[in-house]
């Protein structure tokens, strides 16, 4: 055999070893967790192979007193970030419109209609799982998405062979609110000020806040349109914006620890009864 042939041979002997020089090793981690700043060769490499969750962030835009009116994106989208490595995850782009409920009259501030969101979610869904992810976290920052994205992942799930879970972060956190500032939260209030205040202090703008007079309890069998009031209360008298940052670091640091510890619980259950 000439030299030249064999090293032909000997090359393509070697090929499936080598094939690959650059790919993703088993032991290496992926040089960004968002899906959209990978190529489709390195997600090919990842999924499904190495990884089989992707985080799905589902926001709104809505004014929250003194917060960003992005506040119920910004905060999901963050929680995907920190939450990725330890899950092994990618971050899908998140859905940033939203279904919006007595808010509208504030400026900068609308939702799209249930069965949009529905249907977008569905299909974003739908999308992830036919790009070889089994387990898809919907980390949803906004109250009213939460029943059109529960439709969506139950016709995803009865349909198709993928998992879904879908989270409102504030809600599976009440004992952190408590435990960080003595009381129960609000939309925009100490909680969500908070999970802000720890992301990006300069969009919050105590300076602006006003105290009690621009806040709203909700009331059970009392219902303005439009709210008067883009703070509302989950009880009357409590839960007011808190500014401190070391509180607000703190809180958002235990949010993230419960939103893991939620996400692995409900995964090694799926894994344990084979679902
Ligand atoms: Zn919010």
Known sequence: MKLKTCIVVFSALLAPAVARPLALTAQSSP???????LNWMEVG????????????????????????????????????????????????????????????????????????????????????????????????????????????????FKTTDARVLVI????????????????????AGNNE??????????????????GEEQTTPFTAGMQAWPFPSSIGLYAPGQGFPDFDPDKAERYFDLVVARMLEISRDVIAKWNRAGL
Do not use: C
């Not at 040089?31 to 700043?37: G, Y």
């Not at 720890?198 to 006003?210: F, N």
């Open 193 to 210: 000020t908070a999970a802000v205040l720890a992301l990006r202090p300069d969009l919050v703008h105590e300076e602006r806040y006003e």
């Open 168 to 187: 409102n972060w504030w809600s599976v956190t009440p004992d952190i609110t408590e435990d960080v500032f003595g009381t129960q939260g609000g939309h």
């Open 45 to 156: 490499e990842l999924v499904p192979e190495r990884m089989s969750t992707v985080l799905l962030p589902v926001g709104t835009l809505e004014a929250h007193g003194v917060a960003p009116n992005g506040s119920d994106i910004l905060v999901p989208d963050s929680m995907a970030l920190r939450m990725a490595a330890d899950l092994d995850a990618l971050v899908a782009p998140s859905i940033n419109y939203g279904v919006n409920t007595g808010l509208d009259e504030f400026p900068g501030t609308f939702g799209i209609p249930a069965d949009v969101l529905r249907r977008t979610a569905e299909a974003v869904m739908r999308g992830l799982h036919a790009s070889g992810f089994k387990n898809i976290i919907v980390l949803n920052g906004h109250g009213p998405n939460f029943e059109p994205l529960n439709q969506a992942a139950e016709d995803v």
């Open 31 to 37: 040089s960004t967790r968002h899906l959209t700043d």
